[in-house]
């Protein structure tokens, strides 16, 4: 059966100077038909019906057996999440022992009303590296969609098991997957007026937490570098709090520019280049930006109010931004040299901490009208505003790299209520809390890894 | 690429002294009138008998009769007791967003140094810092804390020499 591998890849053998280097290593596609989805997504009107799905625990020789039931186990936790698929539960399933290497009978699994099915085998190679190896199948078609191995080193086990699950996803939707990314956030302990607040980072399911700073200074709305191992934030370690630039590899950190006073709510440009931040002047607070090699800065506003919260296009030609100019706090894009401020948001309330999808199609927000906090979208125009979420607070929205999915914090009254992280997707339907030990806040998602 | 060790624990000591000056003025709260007595000059006759916190309306950073009363007061403190440098906290309650009330909380300590520079006092003494929504000093979630979260807080630097 694998003889009919119809392409090889060279091997995508990642950059090995980084932690997360890599270890996956895609060898091969198998034979597969022609590409067209079986789920069709609608942002607006939500996924009412998720694609059933079977994923019979994969199977491993002797010891291994463990491993892949586990591989299998995250696969399906990462799709049943993104609400576009609903994995059946395995006591239906007629067929057992099913194997990677034949074809399955289909007529036991059109029955349980399934139309995908991911089978797949973990082993371990002489060399200590597991080899996975999975097909996705077409149950009514009775076709192969998608054939793929991976040799990883076991303790990469949860990475392996996400890329998987990222092909199945992209297989059958037609768009990226995002299950092997990353979620920066600051991890909270303490009582609410004692707060101490760590940089932390973890795979987007809540597993691997790793700290990044200790917890002796405060730190803020940490942002993902697009294109290196950093990440940029803001600290209260020194006599200004600043902007700070952080390697999460080499733990190296630096201040990000020589401002006169407080920097705060940074954001890389797309290309990775630049830091754009505000800036606090007296009572204002104007927007700059700070080329990374030249260490040139550019101011981009010069108003008498708070204008902060920076973004950029993913074409880096605009940034929308929020300021209180006009009497409350809205909306505005301008050109990327500062230039065209205009208004973008004209609904009832304030709004605040704009983001602009990597899609470049939305602007996600926080919206805050009559003592509620939502989460929404608008077009860059500012017409088409949808709210996904409200509720006593919600704040902080943050854009998976496929444009569907926001990460944001919900925060609950009192003193002994605290931040969580949730996601939503563009329906708005698809609520999900992300996984955290303590009280989180402040995410923002990574690029894709690979 | 920094010298963060002195940084950080100068930083360290500024918070130990707010952290006292903060119980201090508690304490004061339940014991308001008796507690008179405190030295001439010391920290805690700038909290006790001065006042050492002005607040704001929710989004606002104008000062209120009340508050400029209290800053006529530290004025009148600060150019009599002047060998203390201070700093204007800004904060902010938990009702915005964290990045604006950063801002907000600025804006708010920039008010309180502008006016103490009216009065007199001279601007090198006066350092400004925002915390924003970060250090409430009241954990409920109704009016009655967040008003006593919309502060701007003078904190003398060197109350303890």
């Known amino acids: 059966m694998f003889s009919t591998v119809a392409s090889r890849l060279s091997a995508l053998a990642r950059s090995t100077g980084s932690a997360l280097a890599c270890v996956v290593v895609l060898v091969a596609i198998f034979a597969s038909a022609p590409a067209h989805a079986l789920v069709e997504i609608d942002v607006t009107q939500g996924n009412v019906e998720p694609l059933p799905i079977a994923i019979p625990d994969f199977s491993g020789p002797g010891g291994d057996a463990e491993v892949a039931k586990d591989v299998s186990a995250v696969i399906s936790a990462d799709l049943r999440r993104s609400g576009l698929f609903r994995p059946l539960d395995p006591a239906s399933f007629i067929e057992q022992n099913v194997n990677v290497g034949t074809p399955p009978q289909f007529g036991s699994w059109r029955p349980i009303g399934a139309q995908a099915l991911v089978v797949g085998s973990v082993t371990r190679q002489g060399d200590g590296r597991l080899r996975a190896e999975f097909r996705l199948w077409d149950v009514f078609a009775g076709e192969q969609m998608l054939g793929q191995q991976f040799f990883t080193t076991p303790d990469n086990w949860r990475r392996l098991a996400h890329i998987i699950a990222d092909a199945v996803y992209e297989r059958l939707t037609g768009e990226k997957g995002y299950f092997d990314t990353r979620i920066v956030f600051v991890s909270e302990s303490g009582p609410k007026d004692q707060r101490v607040k760590r940089l932390a980072i973890m795979d987007q399911d809540g597993a691997n937490v790793r700290y990044l700073t200790r917890g002796d200074s405060l730190v803020l709305t940490p942002r993902f570098s697009p294109t290196r191992q950093e990440v940029t934030y803001m600290a209260y370690s020194d006599e200004a709090p600043r902007v700070y630039l952080l390697n999460i590899e080499t733990g190296q950190r630096e201040v990000v520019g020589n401002f006169p006073g407080m920097t705060f709510a940074p954001r890389f440009s797309p290309d990775g280049q630049k830091v754009v931040m505000s800036l606090q002047q007296g009572g204002n607070s104007n927007i700059y930006v700070m080329d990374l090699r030249s260490r040139r800065t550019t101011r981009l506003t010069n108003s008498p109010a708070i204008d902060t919260s920076p973004s950029y296009a993913p074409d880096g030609s605009r940034v929308v931004f929020e300021s209180d100019r006009g009497g409350s706090q809205q909306l505005y894009v301008m050109n990327a040299d500062g230039s065209g401020a205009e208004r973008i948001s004209f609904g009832p309330g304030r709004y605040s901490t704009p983001v602009w999808s990597p899609r470049g199609d939305l602007i996600a927000f926080t919206k805050m009208h009559q003592g509620r906090f939502m989460i929404g979208v608008m077009r860059p125009d500012g017409q088409g505003e949808r709210i996904l979420t409200e509720g006593y607070h919600n704040e902080g929205p943050a854009w998976s790299p496929n444009g569907r999915v926001l990460v944001f914090f919900r925060d609950t009254p009192g003193a002994s209520g605290g931040p969580q992280l949730w996601t939503v997707d563009l329906t708005g339907y698809n609520e999900q809390r992300v996984p955290t030990e303590g009280f989180a806040s402040d995410p923002a998602w990574s690029p894709s890894l690979d | ?161």
Not at chain 2, 15 to 22: E, G, P, S, Y
């Open chain 2, 1 to 161: 690429m920094m010298q963060m060790g002195m940084v950080a624990r100068g930083f360290r000591f500024a918070a130990i002294v707010a952290t006292v000056l903060t119980l201090a003025a508690c304490a004061q709260t339940k014991t308001d009138g008796l507690t008179g007595n405190a030295t001439p000059g010391s920290g805690q006759d700038f909290v006790v008998n001065v006042g050492d916190r002005v607040f704001f309306s929710e989004d606002q950073s104008t000062l209120s009769a009340q508050a400029r009363s209290t800053l006529d007061k530290q004025a009148q403190w600060l150019n009599k007791y002047s060998r203390y440098t201070v700093t204007i906290e800004g904060h902010a309650d938990e009702r915005g967003t964290r990045q604006y009330n950063i801002a907000l909380g600025a804006r708010r300590a920039n008010a309180v140094r502008d006016y103490l520079v009216a009065k007199g006092i001279s601007d090198s003494r006066l350092r400004t810092i925002s915390y924003g929504k970060e250090r409430p000093v009241a954990v409920c979630n109704d009016e009655s804390c967040w008003t006593q979260n919309r502060r701007a807080v003078t904190v003398l630097n060197n109350a303890g020499s």
